[in-house]
């Protein structure tokens, strides 16, 4: 069980979940108008999320999906002390929409996927997905989210609802060149996360042919990563592989994962990341 923390957050009442040793959750609840002291109340997650999905046993695992370019100093240095804070930020995706039970969502698969690889490392990974959020809604919390976690790496997934509301790439360039600043000046390691891959098979009107966009928007946060220091997942290539897993490790409503994509995806991470840490 992690120690018990107070943070302060001037924000309304809201769940800010964190995944802790051993699969264990606890809930920090903000509690004020203003300025107010932030609980932790624990909630325990049966066992494991490791123990309690397995990886698909058609889950591309590859480095290659995963560039570190040299981008993990802090992440390293906080290995080493036994302890580390990671903060992952993005849409539904990290929130862990069309997951069948919370404990099997991308962060808590995640967190268990490091913590099998890293037995003696206290690793707590903070969710601050919100379903539905652009690059512009989540650039405008980071610094507050950056604030209270204090975390040693983030990991932000990016891109997908630009791509599906079609927002113009310039304004994207703008948020992430503030978003950089905020966390360069944290000075806290990153992780980006491109776009994921839609089904070609999709009859769901506002999915149809958007590969390509979504393909050029990972290629461009590719870019950006190499850039700016940063590592990238590329979610997007990685998905091209995802035929031999139930339903292609999405739901049925051909956008968000399913349990087995989760799982998949939460294991390409863990595996890039832990290789790159080595």
């Given at each position: 069980?992690?120690?018990?923390?107070?943070?302060?957050?001037?924000?309304?009442?809201?769940?800010?979940?964190?995944?802790?040793?051993?699969?264990?959750?606890?809930?920090?609840?903000?509690?004020?108008?203003?300025?107010?002291?932030?609980?932790?109340?624990?909630?325990?997650?049966?066992?494991?999320?490791?123990?309690?999905?397995?990886?698909?046993?058609?889950?591309?695992?590859?480095?290659?999906?995963?560039?570190?370019?040299?981008?993990?100093?802090?992440?390293?240095?906080?290995?080493?002390?036994?302890?580390?804070?990671?903060?992952?930020?993005?849409?539904?995706?990290?929130?862990?929409?069309?997951?069948?039970?919370?404990?099997l969502g991308y962060v808590?698969?995640?967190?268990?996927?490091?913590?099998?690889?890293?037995?003696?490392v206290a690793i707590t990974?903070?969710?601050?997905?919100?379903?539905?959020?652009?690059?512009?809604?989540?650039?405008?919390?980071?610094?507050?989210?950056?604030?209270?976690?204090?975390?040693?790496?983030?990991?932000?997934?990016?891109g997908t609802n630009d791509?599906?509301?079609?927002?113009?790439?310039?304004?994207?360039?703008?948020?992430?060149?503030?978003?950089?600043?905020?966390?360069?000046?944290?000075?806290?390691?990153?992780?980006?996360?491109?776009?994921?891959?839609?089904?070609?098979?999709?009859?769901?009107?506002?999915?149809?042919?958007?590969?390509?966009?979504?393909?050029?928007?990972?290629?461009?946060?590719?870019?950006?990563?190499?850039?700016?220091?940063?590592?990238?997942?590329?979610?997007?290539?990685?998905?091209?592989?995802?035929?031999?897993?139930?339903?292609?490790?999405?739901?049925?409503?051909?956008?968000?994962?399913?349990?087995?994509?989760?799982?998949?995806?939460?294991?390409?991470?863990?595996?890039?990341?832990?290789?790159?840490?080595?």
């Amino acid at each position: 069980m992690l120690d018990s923390v107070v943070w302060r957050w001037a924000a309304e009442y809201a769940p800010f979940p964190v995944s802790g040793r051993g699969g264990e959750c606890e809930l920090m609840t903000i509690r004020l108008p203003i300025v107010a002291a932030l609980a932790l109340t624990a909630c325990s997650i049966m066992t494991s999320p490791a123990a309690a999905q397995g990886v698909p046993y058609a889950c591309p695992v590859s480095p290659t999906y995963f560039t570190a370019n040299n981008g993990l100093a802090h992440t390293r240095a906080a290995l080493k002390s036994g302890r580390i804070v990671i903060l992952a930020t993005g849409s539904s995706s990290i929130e862990g929409a069309g997951a069948s039970a919370r404990n099997l969502g991308y962060v808590p698969m995640l967190q268990g996927a490091l913590q099998r690889r890293f037995p003696d490392v206290a690793i707590t990974l903070i969710n601050r997905g919100i379903g539905g959020e652009t690059m512009r809604e989540t650039v405008a919390r980071l610094e507050q989210d950056v604030a209270l976690a204090q975390p040693d790496l983030v990991i932000w997934q990016l891109g997908t609802n630009d791509v599906l509301r079609d927002r113009p790439s310039a304004d994207m360039l703008a948020e992430f060149q503030a978003a950089r600043a905020i966390l360069d000046s944290a000075q806290t390691d990153v992780v980006l996360i491109d776009p994921q891959r839609l089904p070609e098979t999709t009859s769901h009107a506002a999915l149809k042919d958007r590969n390509p966009a979504l393909g050029a928007v990972a290629t461009t946060v590719d870019q950006w990563a190499s850039q700016s220091g940063y590592a990238v997942l590329h979610r997007f290539e990685a998905m091209r592989g995802w035929g031999g897993i139930n339903t292609g490790g999405v739901g049925p409503d051909d956008l968000h994962l399913n349990d087995f994509g989760y799982a998949c995806w939460a294991e390409i991470t863990a595996e890039g990341l832990s290789g790159a840490l080595r």
